[in-house]
């Protein structure tokens, strides 16, 4: 049984982690940090030197920054520059606009920014930005997380270290993980179906955002590759009009939307749009599909959302395994309580879906993304209806185990250390390749 004290931390932890967010956070994080080096700077930079660590110039070189019809960091970097307030935090291009656009055209064009890996860097989640102009310099880092300064620097004058401390960015990121509530499957489930409905209701905004960026990209289709309006338009000659065509074109259109720069909130999920997007249309669509009451929505939802924290505690916020992966296991928890399925079909779901999609790589946020999510939704349906006929995948198979628990350790182990090679390789294929 979970303690009240337990259960607190958990809604706290789920409050933390399901957040709305605009536009890909990687290269809003690189804004803010050449916003904040500009301000310390004084004056527009002539020259600005970004260096990032490997995960976040994957993460942020292919998708588009709302507002500017534009894809990749040069734009980014150009505007926090230009108009980014380091105040607002991750909102530090809030102020955009078509002229700030040109103008950020134009400061490429004269001043074209240099984008290099940081070789070495002391966390997964690292950037540094040095801006010079009219004869000073500034130099900016952010390291752990998004929005966690940890160096600033003016004319050769520190005013903040926090990288030499004894306890570094990453260091930090991990204490703090620690301490973070420690989920078992069977904690996610007895958490998500005994709450009282009232105190998980905040959950139901998650479907409000994700349904309104869905349908933006529904109405012209006019978004990245127009997966979920060509799904929506004439998948129906494939899949027939059926719950399963429903889901898939609603849950990719929130990601084209999402990944070519459309400026609408989407609800994320540990730090990830298109994991937020991913835990929730497959449930809410469904939801409709079924005629599932407001309670059994919310409860489904809470599964959906809170299993994929719990996958993303050992995986980590980056990683080489593609984050659909996990949001889609977790999509396929709450697809099984909407179809009267338990604990331990909700079991049998996971196992199913570690059993076929662990080895998606990451190859960076992009329109393409929606692709990715199609491929986990479908496997999300057909893993759930599996596990509703009482067939799971066993232990004789694969990577599964008979614990689930451990099923998914398997999973997490191989995309947080097993693929460390594999996203090098795939980074230095990104960064040489003739484009």
């Not at 804004?31 to 600005?48: D, F, M, Y």
């Not at 396929?332 to 399925?341: E, R, T």
């Not at 182990?413 to 390749?433: C, F, N, P, W, Y």
Request: with cysteine; aromatic share 4%.
């Amino acid at each position: 049984m979970i303690t009240l004290d337990q259960k607190k931390e958990i809604l706290a932890l789920i409050k933390r982690e399901v957040v709305p967010a605009i536009g890909c956070t990687e290269p809003a994080a690189v804004a803010l940090c050449v916003a904040k080096a500009t301000e310390l700077l004084g004056s527009t930079p002539e020259s600005l030197d970004v260096r990032l660590s490997a995960n976040i110039l994957k993460n942020a070189m292919g998708v588009g920054i709302p507002g500017t019809g534009m894809i990749g960091l040069p734009i980014a970097v150009a505007l926090g520059a230009l108009i980014g307030k380091s105040d607002y935090g991750l909102e530090v291009l809030r102020d955009v606009c078509p002229e700030a656009v040109e103008k950020g055209k134009s400061y490429l064009e004269a001043h074209r920014p240099a984008i290099n890996v940081k070789v070495d860097a002391p966390s997964i989640l690292h950037i540094e930005v040095t801006a010079l102009g009219g004869g000073r310099s500034a130099t900016a880092v952010i390291s752990g997380s998004h929005t966690n300064f940890v160096y600033l620097e003016r004319d050769g004058e520190v005013l903040l270290d926090e990288l030499h401390k004894a306890e570094k960015a990453e260091t930090k990121a991990i204490k703090a993980k620690e301490a973070e509530p420690q989920l078992n499957l069977a904690t996610v489930w007895e958490f998500a179906t005994t709450l009282p409905a009232e105190d998980l209701e905040f959950i139901l905004e998650a479907a409000r955002l994700n349904i309104a960026a869905a349908e933006l990209a529904l109405q012209n289709g006019g978004y990245g590759h127009s997966l979920g309006f060509t799904i929506r338009h004439h998948g129906a000659k494939l899949f027939g009009d059926s719950p399963v065509d429903h889901i898939l074109a609603y849950t990719s259109a929130a990601c084209d939307a999402r990944m070519a720069g459309a400026n609408v909130p989407v609800m994320s999920n540990s730090g990830s749009g298109n994991q937020g997007i991913t835990a929730t249309m497959p449930v809410v669509v469904y939801a409709w599909e079924v005629n599932a009451d407001r309670e059994r929505t919310i409860r489904a939802l809470t599964l959906s959302h809170l299993l994929s924290i719990y996958i993303k505690q050992s995986l980590g916020r980056l990683s080489a395994l593609c984050g659909c992966v996990v949001a889609a296991t977790g999509a396929s928890s709450g697809l099984v309580y909407l179809m009267g399925g338990g604990y331990e079909q909700v079991c049998s779901a996971v196992k199913n879906m570690v059993a076929n999609l662990t080895g998606m790589i990451c190859d960076g946020a992009k329109p393409s993304c929606a692709m990715k999510i199609s491929s986990g939704v479908s496997t999300a349906v057909l893993s759930a209806m599996l596990a509703m006929e009482g067939r799971t995948v066993t232990s004789a198979e694969g990577i599964v185990a008979d614990d689930v628990d451990q099923t998914i350790r398997n999973l997490t182990d191989i995309g947080r250390d097993a693929m460390r090679e594999t996203d090098r390789e795939v980074l230095h294929i990104m960064t040489t390749k003739n484009c």
